[in-house]
């Protein structure tokens, strides 16, 4: 009889779970007892680790083998834990040193010739695999890139079965990825090709720089879709934790294994046909495919022509607005997945498109049909954006500036409200809380009076602390200490720019 014990791990949401994997050989009838609340894909597993095995000349037990995941309260699901699930068995049998394997988590799916395959989720297994100060860790060679950002881990790759016994023998090397996590040299797209348009580009660059979430009308043409898709460009590559965060969302979200960093704010911009489940995240048995929303977590969700999405669509977006975090609840999964995303929406004047061109093309829109159209996005996802944008029809061919110029003064200011926040857990303006907005981050005596006359006419408290939030901003793009009346009252402006559709 004999026991031997390895680590694997699993994912549930967008977080990764460290599994104990024991396995007991004994005398007996020559069966394979999984325990452990496995799903079917686990239980897959005793299939593909035991042809792996006999494929890769070793040789596979005969009489009873147990294998035990523990904690069996955790559901396990996936084909990660096939490379976890094979080294025990091959350490009950003697096949490799228990001592080698007990203090090394395994992660990868078994192909039939004992390869080591890439899987879904490998980043946040490695970091689970940190937090738990594990700092061995054998991974697919197809998720080797990704995993190595880990910093506090070292997360190495074998090719199959026969290389991982080798490896932990010491009589060979793993596999190393060349560091690939580079900015990427040159964007596609660059804030350049937005010709004239300047009032537009200056507020796209103010949002990127305190995360404000912003509302464009305009008609079609103008250019709203062309700047949104321009922001990732202006802004600051991610920190550490970011790219830790972003990075293992996208491990998870799939569709297909993804092995490179993610480096940059992500951008997603879901089609306006997209369902609930395209935007919040869906469950599936016990697997969870996070949304567009979880995918856009420390970057941006744009979300073009957002009168069309559904109703229930946009007031999804309201909670994850004020908690960062989209709720999921699901019989068989129940949980909240990270959403912390700058808000971008784009519309029309109007339904037909032609309510703000002065051209022979007029509005045949019904007043119902505008009403319709107007209150599609309602006023309580209105209180949450800071900046309303109305871009007029494009009346020059000027060429402004490139995205790198750009970027460098979103840093810049970034940086000076960083600084400023130093103490804080946050660090744009957008995320300043509205209790402190009225004592440690107020502004200039003239500017708070005019916030209060601000509140008073229409702009109502959450009004008046976006206003705030978005003074705070043109003070750090000016290089100012505090910001002034003047800041206020553009911040102000920003906010009420008229809306056609409001109309
Ligand atoms: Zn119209």
Known sequence: MALAR??????????????????????????????????????????????????????????????????????????????????????????????????????????????????????????????????????????????????????????????????????????????????????????????GQDDARWALEVAAVGRHNMFMIGSPGVGKTLLAHRISGILPPLRQEEILEATAIHSVAGPSVCNQPITRPPFEAPHHSATMAALMGSVHGHKVTPGAMTRAHHGVLFLDEAPEFSRNALEALRQPLESGQVALSRSSWTGSLP??????????????????TDTVKACECTSMALRKYALQVSGPLRDRIDINLLIPGVRSMAMGESSGIVRERVIAARQAASRRFAEFPWATNSEIPATLLRTKFCPESEGHDLLNTYVGNSGGLRGSHRALRVAWTLADLADRKRPTKEDVALAIHLRNSESAMAA
Request: hydrophobic residues 45%; proline residues 6%; aromatic residues 2%.
């Open 6 to 195: 390895s680590y694997g791990a699993v994912v549930s949401g967008v977080c990764g779970h460290l599994v104990r994997v024991e396995v007991d050989h004994s005398r007996g009838l020559p069966t394979v007892g999984l325990v452990g609340l496995p799903d079917a894909s686990v239980i897959e597993s005793k299939h593909r680790s035991k042809t792996a095995i006999m494929n890769s000349g070793l040789s596979w037990p005969r009489g009873r083998v147990t294998i035990s995941l523990s904690p069996a309260e955790l559901r396990k699901h996936g084909a990660g834990l096939d490379l976890a699930i094979a080294m025990g068995i091959l350490g009950a049998t003697g096949q490799i040193a228990i001592e080698h394997i007990a203090n090394t988590v395994f992660v990868g799916e078994l192909g039939l010739d004992g390869s080591v395959r890439a899987v879904p989720g490998a980043l946040p297994s490695v970091i689970a695999a940190a937090q738990a100060g594990v700092n061995s860790v054998i991974v697919p060679p197809g998720n080797l890139v990704q995993c190595q950002i880990v910093p506090t881990t070292c997360a190495v790759a074998c090719l199959d079965l026969n290389h991982v016994i080798a490896y932990l023998r010491g009589d060979r090397e793993p596999l190393h990825a060349e560091n690939s996590a580079t900015f990427p040299a040159d964007e596609l797209t660059d804030l350049s090709d937005v010709l």
């Open 339 to 356: 959403a912390k995303f700058q808000l971008l929406l784009a519309a029309n004047p109007c339904p037909c498109g032609n309510a703000l």
